[in-house]
């Protein structure tokens, strides 16, 4: 069933590209900024693959507090000392378990240059999210206990790594170890019990939208429109993409009982610009701590032969005391050098999960003969050291 559904989404990808290169641009009187390109059918023309071409962080660092941009010398030497991480592959002392738990290296990730902007965030003016709600405080912090508990016999605790920032370490393993979460888990515990246990990125699942790209490998879009209609196929991370097509009819929302992963997405035109309405999230996507009562309201306007405006306001009264908005803007990459656009292949729900899922449980064995040290005791959740370091992550 796999192979058929693969070959289903590769054929839909090459009928995708031939759409997209097959769209001719037209272009109407001025408006404002320039140009607008346009649909041989009347709209405006958001077609091509884009990507974002530099780093800006989702929230503004303390120390550009009341700076909306970056100075040239500041982002010069950002790019410096980002720059660097990517040799920062030092290996840790050998056969330590900060050594073997080690994964993923500079080799793996994606600096790119500093960006304009101190942070994604323009509104609230300070570039930070929100005050948390009491009550999505109270989530959260019952979240971070839970996971602290797991980790509370490890070396991480014992050596007062910033992992277990707010814990205790304690070398009797937490009795929490059976408990489950206090939610539908969607990133890394120190537990592997079964495929849940593991973060989504590890289970081939995006967090879904806003997406505003990862360091391993990314984030681009094509888009694709037709008459009546627009699709986008999101590339991210590490193969973790998917397909998102915007109904553009009129009709309302799907009724509230209706609840789908990367949401519901219903779209206008208002003048050039593409708004989509975004609800009917599943309770088990996240964002930022939001999940089934996200909703966002986009905007995606064409400013440029090259350029794709992208502007998000972002709401969920239930964990911010107030709505928030994000901006990027993508850079159109060449049709011709991506002609060929393959269907997502994220090979860590296929291998790497697998093998996580049996190491644990030969850990687990070896540590019942006596051959091994207890599993509970060992921090399988270990992040990537470079991004720790990373002043934007």
Known sequence: MRAQLLTSIGAA?????????????????????????MTPWGEPDLQGIWTVESDTPLQRPAKYTNQEFFTEAQRAELDQARGALLGNNKREERGTEADVSGAYNGVFLSVKRTGLRTSLIVDPPNGRLPPLTPEAAKIAAADRAFRLALLQSTETCRTNAPACAGGKYDPTPSPRRAELPPRYNTTRMNRNDGPEDNSSLERCLMSGLPEFGTPFGGSFRRIVQTLGGVSMFYDVSQGQGWQRNIVMNGSPHLPAHIRQWFGDSRGHWNGNTLVIDVTNFSPKTDFQGSRENLHLVERWTRVGPNSLAYEVTVEDPTVWTRPWTAKQEFTKQSEHENRIYYEPRCQEGNYGLPGLLRGRRTEELAFREGRGPDPATMDNSRGVASLEMDPFR
């Open 13 to 37: 990808g090459v009928f995708v590209s031939l759409l997209v290169l097959s769209s001719p641009m037209q272009t109407t009187a001025q408006n404002g900024a320039g140009p607008v390109l």
